[in-house]
């Protein structure tokens, strides 16, 4: 076993190749959180699930900010597609909310006893969490010490954000999608259901029959593990080298699967651009991006951007 620093340096290089090829890596949590706390969470989010419809629409986002809330079976939508999950999301409370803006009301908690509690605990975990995950992403990337310092001082109010989805099974001649390919990641046991598109395999990997082609691989969960996946704003912050990967959910089986995101986002005005010293990297190790300059964006008019498109015309006034 080497030093500390030894490690340091093994643990940014492998995060860096995982950041590289794949867009996805699992992280061991295990000394971070506790596996009790993770199936309370998920015990939680099923006790609230099973309530009668009525009762899980009294939280619907339409109350509040059309972004935090209750969405029902069918009212999210991805790339134009219904998907098959319902889900709870919440959002970094903010100062003075003003629900007639996108993202700018108030968070809607279940009744659920014990929710809040948890759920509170858990999202000061996520955060920490997040800012050591992000430091260990900037490792590899050869920033100055400038540069990092930029960087956490986007991250330092976090515009965090956690999903708590459950998605029935699908039948197994459905053909479609419980969540439609388009972040921190935990989820039920259920193999096959989260799948990664992989548009190149790496180089190193001897699948000859799949080089050169993508496919969409499965991320089975591991006991005591999250999957973090690589989104948007470190796809800019890297012009492209660490990519946001396309995933998709299709669960069919028996149970009623539960997961839980949380999104580790930049502060709300962060603007968001892609830094010198990795323009240059990206210049040197990937072909495709030669000349090519990501654009800079503001992180919040991003989010509400995106928050627009999810959601059915016929349901809000922001459509
Ligand atoms: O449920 C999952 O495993 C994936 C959820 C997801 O990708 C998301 O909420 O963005
Ligand atoms: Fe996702």
Same mark, same amino acid.
């Given at each position: 076993?080497?030093s500390t620093e030894q490690a340091r340096k093994e643990? !940014?290089?492998?995060?860096?190749? !995982? ?15 506790? !596996? ?20 899980? *629409?009294?939280?619907? %986002? ?10 029902? %079976? ?8 219904? *998907?098959?999950?319902?889900? %709870? ?27 809040? *509690? ?19 992403? !900037? ?37 479609? @999608? ?19 598109? %992989? ?50 959910? @299709? ?8 997961? @839980? ?59």
């Open positions: 076993m080497g643990t !940014a290089q492998a995060i860096r190749e !995982a950041c590289i090829n794949y867009g996805f890596f699992y992280l061991d949590i295990s000394s971070h959180v506790d !596996a009790i706390e993770t199936e309370e969470l998920v015990r939680l989010a099923r006790e609230f699930f099973v309530l009668p419809q009525e009762e899980k *629409d009294r939280l619907s %986002l339409r109350n509040e900010d059309h972004a935090r809330g209750y969405s029902r %079976l069918g009212q999210s939508i991805t790339a134009g597609k219904v *998907d098959k999950h319902e889900e %709870l999301d919440f959002f970094r409370p903010v100062e003075n909310p003003d629900k007639t803006k996108v993202c700018w009301g108030n968070n809607q908690w279940p009744t659920v006893e014990g929710f809040w *509690d948890k759920y509170k605990i858990w999202i000061e975990k996520m955060k920490v969490l997040g800012r050591v995950v992000m430091e260990a992403m !900037a490792e590899g990337l050869g920033l100055t010490a400038e540069e990092r310092e930029t960087l956490r001082s986007l991250v330092n109010g976090s515009f965090w954000a956690m999903g708590v989805i459950g998605y029935p099974p699908l039948p197994d001649d459905h053909d479609g @999608i419980s969540f439609g390919s388009h972040k921190f990641l935990h989820t039920d046991s259920t193999p096959g259901a989260l799948q990664v598109y %992989l548009h190149k395999l790496p180089n190193n990997d001897n699948n000859s029959e799949y080089a050169g082609k993508g496919q969409w691989i499965n991320v089975d969960p591991i006991p005591g593990c999250v999957v973090c996946n690589i989104a948007s704003m470190f796809e800019i912050w890297t012009n492209g080298l660490y990519k946001s990967t396309l995933h998709r959910v @299709i669960h069919k089986g028996t149970n009623y699967r539960i997961s @839980i995101p949380f999104f580790f986002e930049p502060n709300f005005n962060a603007l968001v651009e892609p830094l010198p010293s990795v323009i240059a990297l990206t210049e040197s190790i990937n072909e495709e991006q030669l000349g090519r300059t990501y654009e800079p964006v503001v992180y919040g008019e991003f989010l509400v951007k995106k928050v627009k498109n999810n959601f059915l015309p016929d349901i809000g006034k922001y459509a």
